[in-house]
């Protein structure tokens, strides 16, 4: 167990819709990071938080957005939803430096039917 | 462009065996080097963390080195076991505060038999 929690576990919906996964980082840990992991790209960066605040962008459709809130947890939020974001959506965090230890969730997994 | 590669893609190896694990990349600026080891439907899980000043880090059975002038990395596996068998991933940060990228390889897929 990493200590950080994402929900749900697991998401069905349909085309055109929009969906919110959440991440609640380990205890002390400011930075959030979301990744996108599908089978035919990979693992994707998509976005990095620290302390509330944007530090980097990765892949990130403008359909999607996210924010970390001042308790540091975050959401993904993802409109407009097409057949190709399913996927595993992961969350890690850590502590405060670059070069610190990224712990990974569970992930939420993602259909789109 | 930014490239992380790994090879070899899959590889089978016999329980006690050892194995070397490669990833070249073409990444600038570069920042650090991770190696991540994922079960299949679970989140990764950190395994070793190289700057460019370090050239060799170790992890229990898990010893990664980092060549920055050639700019490759190996992931070296001792005394495999089967708990062993799962996705090896390189990801090269690149890039500075602000601008800063993480970029993925496409992992190398072990498996360990008894």
């Known amino acids: 167990d990493s200590g950080v929690t994402q929900t749900p576990k697991h998401l069905i919906t349909a085309t055109g819709q929009r969906v919110t996964l959440r991440c609640s980082p380990r205890s002390g840990d400011l930075s959030v990071y979301w990744y996108q992991q599908s089978l035919d790209q990979g693992l994707q960066f998509l976005i990095q938080?620290?302390?509330?605040?944007?530090?980097a962008k990765g892949n990130i459709l403008e359909r999607f957005s996210a924010q970390q809130f001042p308790d540091l947890h975050s959401e993904l939020n993802l409109s407009s939803l097409e057949l190709g974001d399913s996927a595993l959506y992961f969350c890690a965090s850590s502590s405060r430096r670059l070069t610190d230890t990224q712990y990974f969730g569970p992930g939420t997994r993602l259909t789109v039917l | 462009k930014n490239q992380v590669e790994q090879s070899p893609q899959s590889l089978i190896i016999l329980e006690g065996k050892n194995c070397t694990l490669q990833?070249?990349?073409?990444?600038?600026?570069?920042?650090?080097l991770r190696w991540y080891k994922q079960d299949t439907g679970r989140g990764p899980v950190s395994l070793t963390i190289?700057?460019?000043?370090?050239n060799t880090k170790s992890n229990g059975r898990y010893t990664a080195t980092l060549d920055a002038d050639t700019k490759q990395s190996s992931l070296h596996i001792t005394a495999s076991q089967l708990s062993d068998s799962a996705s090896y991933i390189c990801v090269v940060s690149a890039g500075t505060s602000g601008t800063y990228k993480y970029i993925f390889g496409t992992g190398t897929r072990l498996k360990v038999l008894a």
């Open positions: 938080y620290y302390n509330g605040e944007e530090r």
């Open positions: 190289m700057t460019f000043s370090e």
């Open positions: 990833c070249n990349y073409t990444v600038s600026p570069f920042s650090n």
